[in-house]
């Protein structure tokens, strides 16, 4: 993941997009599917955030070398990404728009909706060693 690392040091806000998720859309309602080059890496883990309490904030860390993709499957939230000099803050509230987190962003995700749902597609599967838990910490690390 070293590679990852150094690569990661020089990512900025600038290189998080939001993706559309293709949809069929039917009179029995809509589908959407993430498969072949939708996201660009092999989801290794999958996880999802619900039943957030009001005013929480989740996420607040940093990847070396992982990537992920942010969907709000149901209602909403805001995803608030620094790249330790640029701030970005993207409100995701539909389940066919997807949000691409390089490695190397700081990440917090905050004002989730009553009933919110975020779908987490990982790159990796969970390695403590890769996230950077404390901005200053993660400041040093971009920096460096």
Partial sequence: MEKSSNQ???TTVSDI???EIPKIQDRRGNLSVIEGDTIPFVSRRVYYLYDVPSGSKRGGHAHKGQQQFLIALSGS??????????KQVITLNKPNIG??????IW???QNFSSGSVCLVLSSHEF?????????K????FKDR
């Fill in 77 to 86: 939230f805001d995803v608030i990404l620094k790249d330790g000099k640029n």
């Fill in 99 to 104: 949000l691409l987190i390089v490695p190397g």
């Fill in 17 to 19: 997009r939001l993706i």
């Fill in 107 to 109: 990440r917090e995700i």
């Fill in 137 to 140: 910490k993660y400041k040093l």
């Fill in 8 to 10: 990661s040091k020089i």
């Fill in 127 to 135: 390695e403590e060693e890769d996230y950077i838990r404390e901005y």
